[in-house]
């Protein structure tokens, strides 16, 4: 899951490091070209204000249908409709990551 370069970009961002960068959207950040492909759909990581997670997504869809790597800052558990979705599949994969899928 390229989880040690996961955890460089999630460190950037708690730092303020790397922010928001997309003009449309203050949730999304279009990551560096090195990192670009840790993330599907356009190597954009999405940012959830309220929890402080952060998305990579390893499936990109329309609308609400989306699936990805969550980096959660203190182990909690993403909820149902985090990231404005509605996760049919929310699996812990180690401390601090889970595997989220919205369809």
């Known amino acids: ?3 040690a370069e996961r955890e460089e970009v999630a460190e950037m961002v ?5 922010k928001s960068n997309v003009s449309h959207n203050s949730s999304l950040i279009l990551l560096p070209e090195k990192y ?5 759909g356009g190597g954009e990581i999405v940012i959830d204000k309220n929890s402080n997670f952060i ?4 499936y990109r ?10 980096y959660s800052p203190n182990d909690k ?3 149902k409709h985090d990231f404005d979705g509605d996760f049919q599949q929310v699996e812990k994969l180690d401390k601090n990551w889970y595997f989220v899928g919205s369809y």
Do not use: A, I, R, Y
């Open 1 to 3: 899951m390229n989880k």
């Open 36 to 40: 670009k492909q840790l993330s599907s």
């Open 61 to 70: 869809g329309m609308l609400d249908n989306f699936s990805g790597f969550v």
């Open 55 to 58: 998305l990579f997504f390893t």
């Open 14 to 18: 708690e730092k303020g490091t790397l």
């Open 77 to 79: 558990k993403p909820n």
